[in-house]
């Protein structure tokens, strides 16, 4: 099987923790083909136009890593824009200057920067909540620069914290327009396997959301841990398969200078359990 982790991030993230080489040399050693390295490019309020990330230096590092492992592993260049569709001009300038592989854009924050992690969720303010979330993911899908949407169903994962259960497929309405909007642009959604280490103990999207996906005609799906440190790379990839494999898609994508790529998912298991087993 032909694994892939499409969402990570390295010590260019300020949240991440490993260095590219340290991340490359983790995929590469549990057997993943391919990976996209993700590092934030988050620009807020006071902080537009996001100066800590160095593109330069990035590039320069994914290039060493590929020198280093491009017979066993392909290294791509990617990116996960927090809300561009909020400050576009800056996230524009960067992936049109840049030759980016793969572009994921996330809705992390509100217009006025107020984070979804830093709201509080209650059954009274869930519909409110998941409301405003829905309303950023819309206009972020409206924006349309970007390859695939980061985490799609986000706030489940920190209602979860409050025990409560955020299900965007009970918006249908608000998530149809947002599915259709990028199938209709050939924009897709990953699995981000994150969601499987947290307290919400599923990927996001689920199994509902994906299946509604289908059914609206939606095919591009790329596969990401999210991964901070080295151990989590390639976490709940082969879990993600099973989830795919399950909502009834035959394909995942990858992705080479902006241009999806559809992979066949195998119908063997023997090849993605042992890669499990060594992660
Ligand atoms: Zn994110
Ligand atoms: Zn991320």
């Not at 151990?231 to 879990?239: E, K, L, S």
């Amino acid at each position: 099987m032909y694994l892939f982790d499409y969402h990570m991030h390295s010590d260019h993230s300020t949240d991440g923790q490993d260095s590219i080489m340290k991340m490359s040399t983790a995929a590469a050693g549990k057997g993943l083909r391919e990976i996209a390295i993700s590092d934030h490019f988050e620009p807020t309020l006071g902080n537009e136009a996001y100066p800590s990330y160095d593109a330069e230096k990035y590039f320069r590092e994914i290039k060493e890593a590929n020198e280093m492992f491009g017979q066993k592993i392909k290294i791509k260049t990617a990116v996960e824009l927090g809300q561009p569709h909020v400050f576009p001009e800056y996230s524009l300038s960067l992936i049109e200057n840049h030759n980016y592989d793969y572009v994921i854009a996330s809705a992390h924050k509100m217009s006025d920067n107020t984070d979804f992690g830093d709201l509080v969720y209650s059954r009274e303010n869930l519909d409110d909540n998941c409301g405003k979330y829905l309303t950023e993911l819309e206009n972020l899908a409206g924006w349309n620069k970007f390859d695939c949407i980061g985490h799609l169903d986000l706030v489940k994962r920190y209602a979860s914290r409050y025990n409560i259960e955020a299900k965007l497929i009970h918006y249908r309405e608000k998530l149809e327009n947002i599915l259709k909007t990028l199938i209709e642009n050939g924009k897709g959604i990953e699995i981000n396997t994150s969601g499987l280490r947290q307290s919400a103990k599923e990927c996001m999207p689920g199994y509902d959301i994906l299946r509604f996906y289908k059914e609206l005609g939606g095919e591009i799906i790329t596969l990401g841990s999210d991964a901070h440190n080295h151990f989590d790379v390639g976490a709940g990839i082969a879990d993600a398969v099973e989830l795919l494999r399950t909502a009834g898609f035959e394909y995942m994508t990858v992705y080479e200078k902006r241009k999806p790529e559809m992979i066949r998912i195998a119908q063997e298991k023997t090849f993605w359990f042992q890669a499990q087993r060594t992660a």
